[in-house]
């Protein structure tokens, strides 16, 4: 088998996992009436799939079968190109929200691949080969595969063995000869409870005593001892006219927990090296950011043209402080799509026959989108005015009485439909004033790591010898290597 359908993927999920949302146990999360809208969401990775109009960009041939495009090597700089076109049309198709189901675990599965190379010049080691036949696996069942590396961390200052609780970073308790026992807990999991399995990363670099922290493997969702509570979800009631995207696309987020789960040796990528834990982990977080400056560009897209329509249809459109405004969305999506190019263009060769897109261009990138998103989320709202918050919904529209005096007093400018300017307030309500905009804020700002990680990582891959050279070359003197620049950075979130 290969490649799989929608339908086939959401029986899939029909497999007594321990998923928790609202206070309750959920018997089947295809039907329940929050979580059904992330599983469907999830879903149309292949339904895409299937059209054949999408096939040549969502699969590609692995010894001749088909197989779904994310699970394409990334061994040049056009296998990057392809997939971060693959991600800009896949969320595109989600109207703007991304869709990890497959995203986040392929990141996962190159940065292990690149590990495993890494792990195999240091001499004897099962990983890559374990790395290697479970990447096989994913790809001819065609499996949806999410990944778990953010610990819940306790006390932000201290190191994983030096916490209260020992179990606030993911750890092993026991080493048998099935595998190792593992507790912990993970946050923030995206799509946990709608995937086939999980990935376990480390959060950070670790030190010898933190060695039981730093460990890797994958385990089916369904494994004995892990529990998903779910963050907040979509209300089940809303309209597509009123909630145009959050009614129909989301992801849904859980504090994964894993109770003394038992993770067999051949799912296990790391066990107590700790000297491999912190390469491991920014080379995820690198090829994890190339996809989220991919995954950005449509919703960059969609702020540009909700405000281009919002001062067209309050008859704006020509105000020169209103052209200067929509100029700045115009950059916002502009610089990031350069980020995009210049970062697979400038891709960098990895060990083990791979390429990583180039770290610095992707973290200013993901710094860029993450920094001005806010400022960019207050452009459309200023442009739009305050019916983004108060315009009545469609039941007023229909409404007998209602229906004409909206009509009459919520008209815009001559020859626009009112209905239409009332379903872009509302789109423009769903996008940066409801729940879901809420929730965009801040998973803009700490999804792929908070500012200070991609601030931290730029100046670790920044050619400071270079600069420095610059200023050698113009005094006509040499000058001392900086050192210590990275080590007196904070540790990152
Ligand atoms: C919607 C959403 C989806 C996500 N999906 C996933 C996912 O699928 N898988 C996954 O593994 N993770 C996921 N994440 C996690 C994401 O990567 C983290 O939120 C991010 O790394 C920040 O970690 P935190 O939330 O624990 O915040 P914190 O680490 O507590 O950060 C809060 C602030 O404290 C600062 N800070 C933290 N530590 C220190 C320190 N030692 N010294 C000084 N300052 C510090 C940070 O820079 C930041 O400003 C997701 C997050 C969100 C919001």
Known sequence: ??????????????????????????????????????????????????????????????????VSRYYEPLTDREALERRARLIEEHTRRGRTTLNLTKAVGTDALNALTTFAAAAARGGDTPYPERIASYLDRCTREDLSVVLAQTDVKGDRRLRPHQQADPDLYLRIVERGEEGIVVNGAKAHTTMAPVADEVIVLPTRAMAAEDADYAVAFAVPIDTEGLTMICGPLPDPGASAWEAPISSRNVEVESLTVFDRVLVPWERVFLAGEHELAGMLATTFATYHRYTAIAYKLPFAELLLGCAVMAAEVNGTLAASHVREKLATLVEYGGLLRACVEAAARHAVAAVGGQVLPAP????????????????????VQDLAGGLVITA???????????????????????????????????????????????????????????????????????????????????????????????SALPVPG
């Open 360 to 379: 610095v261009y992707t973290n200013v990138g993901k710094h860029h989108f993450a920094s001005r998103f806010h400022e960019m989320l207050r452009v």
């Open 1 to 66: 088998m290969a490649l799989r359908t929608a339908d086939e993927f959401l029986a899939g999920l029909r497999d007594g996992r321990r998923v928790y949302a609202r206070g309750e146990r959920v018997a089947d999360v295809t039907l329940h009436s929050g979580l059904r809208i992330a599983a469907e969401h999830g879903a149309n990775v292949y339904e895409l799939a299937a059209d054949p109009d999408l096939r040549e960009l969502f699969t590609c041939r692995r010894d001749g079968e088909l």
């Open 392 to 486: 009545p919904g469609r039941d007023d529209l229909d409404g007998a009485e209602t229906g004409a005096l909206i009509r009459k007093y919520l008209a815009g400018p001559a020859g626009v439909d009112p209905e239409l300017r009332l379903r872009l307030f509302h789109l423009i309500r769903d996008i940066t004033a409801s729940d879901f905009g809420g929730y965009n804020q801040v998973v803009t700002l700490h999804g792929e790591g908070s500012l200070q990680a991609q601030s931290l990582q730029m100046l670790r891959d920044a050619d400071l010898t270079s600069a420095v050279g610059a200023v050698a070359d113009v005094l006509e003197a040499e000058l001392p290597t900086p050192r210590g620049l990275a």
